[in-house]
């Protein structure tokens, strides 16, 4: 039987395996962790993530071929296959800092990898890692081995949170990398027989080591580009009357474009898009390549601009203050479908409110509390090391109330901010939600999902990223 195990056991490491586990039930897959907490809530009714479709495939397999534990020296030496999907943050100290990632957890597991080995193993990449880690990786292995044989292969993840039981029941691709050599292309094969047990042969690739680590950040790069490309255009529509709904619809309705991926927003968050590109133009700086370090750069200078941008535009439109006034935030977490807060745009729009002096009154049906005020209060990139090292917040942010309901946020508030696209946002009885609000009520609709027109009839006055104007907002400037 072969024997897989995962260190890391994060949005990433416990869906992966999970699907594994229940496509190949002749694999035994161990996940561990060296957080305890993370551990027995996978090993509970309450998993540590929120994630549709997840619960049922963990309660098929757990205890069968999938087994979560702290025991991390334990599988790994028992392991054929390692698959490593630590944080790789961005390094917030030293060389680098800003921008390069943060290998620390990387190196320790493969530390760990090689003193604990007893026999030859697969070391998988399955965190996103700077191109030409699996030299450093192996290098480390190598140099400490005993004798033992490693193969590095990289094989980046691809899912999108609050789709991912589907992106790995049915990926676009499955990407392997690895050595060109003869115990190299043995252990691509070895990989590929885990994935060919669901994924067709013809969407699982396979390519030198180099690539597929260039493909991971090349990837995340062009899809934020594309949002950061009509986040640009939405600014202009605004300018000019023209809707960006319709431009993008028009824009990906040319097959070299396609329609996905095309909805203006607040702007881009999670745990990827920035830390990549970040991680993406550090490594072309570093290979002398200033001038494609700076359009990759543009990306994200474009997603700081958007959330400012909104933020502006809200103030602008209240009287140019919103110093006490109680604003209402729909949707905390950076997208629908997760309770995942990393990055998330809420926190820069909802610091700017602060700055400003808001109240703010909170409702995400997936976010609690805690976590609002950890993200409220914690410094740039600390949120992406394992929970037990990230600082405990020393303070509450005392403007800050969280609630439980979308009525309750919003009631005696002067403006309701929409900043995660939850479907329950686009039922909610606006009518109710005006009759209980101050005069004007305003919307800011960060993620374009109300019906415009009706919430003007009501009596809002409502901004729609990239939708022509209220009259209200008309002479007033996107940035103020
Ligand atoms: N979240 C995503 O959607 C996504 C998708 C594709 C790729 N990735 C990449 O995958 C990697 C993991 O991301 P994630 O979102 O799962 O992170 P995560 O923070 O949810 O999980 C990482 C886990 O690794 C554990 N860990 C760290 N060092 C360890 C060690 N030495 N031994 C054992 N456990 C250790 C942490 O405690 C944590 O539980 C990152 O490189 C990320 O960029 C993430
Ligand atoms: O048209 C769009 C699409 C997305 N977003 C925003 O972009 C962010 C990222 O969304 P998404 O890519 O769907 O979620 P992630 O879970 O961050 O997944 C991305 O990052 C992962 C980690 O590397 C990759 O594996 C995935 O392929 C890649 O899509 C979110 O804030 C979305 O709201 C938009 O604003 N407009």
Redesign the pocket.
């Known amino acids: 039987m072969v024997k897989i195990c995962c260190i890391g056991a994060g949005y990433v490491g416990g869906p992966t395996m999970a699907v594994i586990a229940l496509k190949c039930p002749s694999v035994q897959v161990a996940v561990v962790d060296i957080s305890v907490p993370r551990i027995n809530a996978w090993n509970s009714d309450q998993l540590p993530i929120y994630e549709p479709g997840l619960d049922a495939v963990v309660k098929q397999c757990r205890g069968k071929n999938l087994f979560f534990s702290t025991d991390v020296e334990k599988h790994v030496a028992e392991a054929d296959i390692v698959f490593v999907s630590v944080n790789t943050p961005t390094k917030t100290r030293g060389l680098g800092a800003g921008k390069a990632a943060d290998l620390t957890y990387w190196e320790s597991a493969a530390r760990m990898i090689a003193d604990v080995s007893k026999s030859d193993k697969i070391v998988v990449e399955k965190s996103?890692v700077p191109v030409k880690t699996a030299e450093a990786i192996e290098k480390i292995l190598t140099h400490n081995s005993k004798g033992i044989k490693y193969q590095i292969l990289s094989n980046p993840?691809?899912?999108?949170?609050?789709t991912a039981i589907d992106d790995l029941l049915s990926p676009d691709r499955v990407l392997i990398g690895g050595r060109e050599t003869p115990d190299g292309q043995k252990a691509i094969q070895a990989l590929k027989n885990v994935y060919a047990q669901w994924v067709p042969e013809d969407r699982i690739l396979t390519t030198n080591l180099w690539s597929a680590e260039l493909s991971?950040l090349a990837?995340?790069a062009f899809?934020a580009q594309?949002?950061s490309s009509?986040n640009a255009m939405s600014a202009l529509c605004e300018a000019t009357g023209a809707d960006v709904t319709q431009v993008s619809y028009a824009v990906g309705k040319d097959s070299r474009i396609g329609p996905k991926?095309?909805?203006?927003?607040v702007?881009?968050?999670?745990?990827?898009?920035q830390k990549?590109i970040l991680n993406l133009v550090y490594i072309c700086e570093c290979n002398g390549l200033p001038e494609v370090a700076e359009y990759w750069k543009q990306v994200i200078k474009i997603n700081d601009y958007q959330k400012n941008r909104f933020v502006n535009r809200l103030v602008a439109s209240m009287f140019n203050t919103v110093s006490n006034k109680k604003i209402a935030i729909l949707g905390f977490a950076?997208?629908k479908d997760t309770g995942d807060t990393r990055e998330?745009?809420a926190i820069d729009v909802c610091k700017g409110l602060l700055g400003d002096k808001a109240r703010l009154s909170i409702y995400d049906p997936q976010v609690t509390e805690d976590q609002i005020q950890r993200d409220l209060t914690m410094k740039q990139f600390d949120w992406d090391h394992p929970l037990h090292l990230q600082p405990m917040s020393p303070t509450t942010v005392k403007q800050v109330t969280v609630v439980w309901d979308a009525y309750e946020a919003t009631k005696d508030a002067h403006g309701l901010c929409i900043l995660t696209?939850w479907d329950e946002f686009k039922t909610l009885d606006y009518k109710r939600i005006y009759d209980n609000m101050q005069k004007p009520a305003f919307v800011f609709d960060g993620r374009n999902i109300v019906n415009v027109d009706e919430l003007r009839e009501i009596g809002f006055i409502v901004y729609s990223i990239g939708k022509p104007l209220d009259a209200w907002l008309k002479d007033m400037p996107a940035v103020a």
Do not use: M, Q, Y
């Open positions: 996103t993840e691809f899912l999108a949170e609050g991971k990837a995340n899809l594309r949002i009509v991926f095309l909805n203006a927003s702007g881009f968050g999670g745990s990827c898009f990549d950076f997208k998330t745009p696209e």
